[in-house]
Nanobody
Framework: VQLQASGGGLVQAGGSLTLSCAVS????????MAWYRQAPGKQRELVAA???????YYIDSVKGRFTVSRDNAKNTVFVRMANLKPEDTAVYYC?????????WGQGTQVTVSS
């Protein structure tokens, strides 16, 4: 199983980014898929999730700004992040929910400048 997150970068506050997670070995529509992030000096936290039935979940700090989605044909999960804030700066990872330890990849760095 491999989950490869990409799409991070440096963006100004108020800007937008879309992260992608290319998945192999498991099917994204058969698993609850999630985006996590880890900021410097902080624990990794779940940010958003998309359930097998299609519903979604967001932590309060990103509600209304982040949108999680998936493309079953491409077996890929996305998160569109809008109105980014400096506090969104972190390494973003994708995994299942609950996460499987062996599925953690390198993540993708998102840096939001003020």
């Amino acid at each position: 199983v491999q989950l490869q997150a990409s799409g991070g970068g440096l963006v100004q506050a108020g800007g937008s980014l879309t992260l992608s997670c290319a998945v192999s070995g498991i099917l994204v529509n058969f698993n609850t898929m999630a985006w996590y992030r880890q900021a410097p000096g902080k624990q990794r936290e779940l940010v958003a999730a998309i359930y097998t039935a299609g519903g979604d979940y967001y932590i309060d700090s990103v509600k209304g700004r982040f949108t999680v989605s998936r493309d079953n044909a491409k077996n890929t999960v996305f998160v569109r992040m809008a109105n980014l804030k400096p506090e969104d700066t972190a390494v973003y990872y994708c995994n299942t929910d609950p996460p499987e330890q062996l599925y953690w990849g390198q993540g993708t760095q998102v840096t939001v400048s003020s």
